[in-house]
């Protein structure tokens, strides 16, 4: 099938470059000149797993990118919107890329056209889509508007669209829904992953994958309900781990009693210092508005918010309490983006405890595998930043873990333990285990877990201050 994907940014660039291998003929749009052209050039601008070889497979093949709208809207049949959808200062929804977008495809709609709304928006958007377009002169025969939310995580985008859970359509029509089944038909029917060539399945794939048609208004709920009801499984577990903090238990000890419950599950409960993104905390604040707007005070969502916010202030308490005072104080911060595996630091909370620390006046020495030059982009020359974690260590008066990169936890410790200056680790992603911190000579602080001490210490060396 023909289609066009409007937007290249994590949605639009990888939801394109996997529709070209299921086999469609794509057409991704930006009105970023500068990005089209380098997507042109063969340049891949996101960290992303398999992406760079699905580009390298279809770039000028099946997959051509362009700036001009209107043409790809009049060579495709089916039209994905997946341009950003910020914030505005309230917190409701910013929509007028979307609206932009809608007018500009009205003025192309020559035969039959389905306009389908990717990006995450508030419940009803489908309907204002097709009215902007009927307003701005598209005929109402001519084009329908459907919903087909993602629920991509970046890092995994590449598998979690060639493998999903679930693919959910929401559509008013026979035509629509049936248009999109078949645009999805190889995940579907299972053929897919039989391909010699198929991007390898991830562990406990759903093959084949589970269609879900609903209305459009009903699609849209799900994907703002299906990421505040995730972010609220790590506010209620970060609430647990400070608990465990006070009375001396250990999250990863409650983690598993309560998530070996089917009903609870034992995914997404990872405490940390907090959650961050470019959904997340977006999403949440547009569901609260939409819930508002429709009469419901959603209150439960403040809650969820409040927390993660407070979740990066506790983590700030920590590192004062282990180092008594921050002045002068030379860091080791190990990660930047918002979570291991991807390049992105939008609502990082490792950038915002480093502007933080940055206010108390420390001197921060950073790493990441990927982060690196979009950090600089933010934090400038105000942060040093390092060639590895050995480097970012060296002298440091203490390491700061702020991001699950897998590297990160398979560290040599003795190396570190040589670089640091102190032997002061402060882990804000639970990535190794307290006890053998201890055995390896390091003051060690986590959390929701008990602090670990080198045995010989352990006398001269208690907690300064409590983080609480
Ligand atoms: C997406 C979804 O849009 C958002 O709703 C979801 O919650 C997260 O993922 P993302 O792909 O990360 O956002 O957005 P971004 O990286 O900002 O990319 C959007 C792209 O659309 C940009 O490349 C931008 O240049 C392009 N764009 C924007 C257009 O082509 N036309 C416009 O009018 C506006
Ligand atoms: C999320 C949703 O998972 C995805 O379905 C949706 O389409 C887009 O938003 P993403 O933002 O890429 O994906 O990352 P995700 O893996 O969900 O993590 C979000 C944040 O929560 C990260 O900052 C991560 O570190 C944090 N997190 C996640 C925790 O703190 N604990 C956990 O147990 C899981």
């Not at 991509?152 to 959910?168: K, Y």
């Not at 000579?441 to 201050?465: C, D, H, I, T, W």
């Amino acid at each position: 099938m023909q289609v066009t994907v409007v937007g290249s940014g994590y949605v639009g660039l990888v939801a394109s470059a996997c529709f070209a291998e299921l086999g469609h003929w794509v057409i991704c749009v930006d009105n970023d000149t500068a990005k089209v052209a380098a997507l042109e050039r063969g340049e891949t601008p996101i960290h992303e797993r398999f992406l760079p070889e699905l580009l390298e497979r279809h770039r000028g093949k099946r997959l051509k990118f362009t700036s001009s709208l209107s043409q790809a809207v009049q060579q495709s049949a089916v039209i994905f919107i997946a341009v950003g959808t910020p914030s505005t200062d309230n917190g409701d929804c910013d929509l007028s890329y979307v609206e932009v977008v809608a007018r500009e495809i009205s003025r192309s709609v020559s035969g039959y056209k389905l306009v389908v709304q990717k990006s995450t928006v508030p419940v009803c958007t489908s309907e204002w889509v097709r009215r902007i377009m009927v307003l701005n002169g598209a005929p109402e025969n001519a084009f329908e508007v459907a919903s087909n939310p993602e629920f991509l995580r970046e890092g995994t985008a590449v598998s979690d669209f060639l493998f999903p859970d679930r693919i959910v359509i929401g559509a008013n029509s026979k035509r629509a829904a049936c248009l999109l089944q078949e645009i999805y038909r190889p995940l579907t029917d299972g053929s897919y992953t039989r391909r010699e060539n198929a991007i390898p399945e991830p562990d406990q794939a759903r093959i084949p994958a589970r269609l879900i048609v609903t209305s459009t208004r009903s699609a849209e709920l799900i994907k703002h309900a299906s990421n505040a009801f995730l972010a609220m499984k790590i506010s209620f577990i970060n609430a647990v781990g400070n608990i465990c903090e006070a009375v001396g238990a250990n999250v990863e000890e409650v983690c598993d009693g309560i998530g070996s419950d089917p009903r609870i599950g034992d995914r997404f409960l990872s405490p940390g210092i907090g959650y961050g993104g470019s959904c997340f905390p977006k999403d949440l604040k547009a569901f609260r508005a939409v819930a508002r707007e429709s009469g419901y005070d959603f209150r439960l969502l403040d809650e969820v918010i409040r927390i993660n916010e407070e979740q990066c202030l506790r983590f700030l308490r920590k590192v004062r309490s282990a180092l008594w005072t921050l002045k002068g104080k030379r860091l080791a911060v190990l990660g930047l983006a918002f979570k291991g595996g991807t390049d992105d630091v939008r609502e990082s909370p490792a950038i915002t405890l480093v502007e933080l620390l940055l206010r108390e006046g420390c001197e921060v020495v950073a790493y990441d595998p990927a982060a690196m030059v979009k950090s600089r982009e933010v934090l400038g020359n105000r942060v040093t930043f390092a060639e590895s974690a050995y480097d970012a260590a060296e002298d440091a008066d203490a390491l700061l873990l702020l991001s699950d990169w897998e590297e990160f936890a398979v560290l040599s410790l003795p190396r570190l333990r040589r670089a640091l200056k102190y032997p002061i680790v402060i882990d804000g992603r639970n990535l190794y285990d307290p006890q053998m911190m201890g055995e390896n000579g390091f003051m060690y602080y986590s959390v929701g877990r008990p602090e670990a001490f080198p045995k010989e210490n352990s006398e001269q060396m208690p907690q300064l201050r409590k983080a609480s």
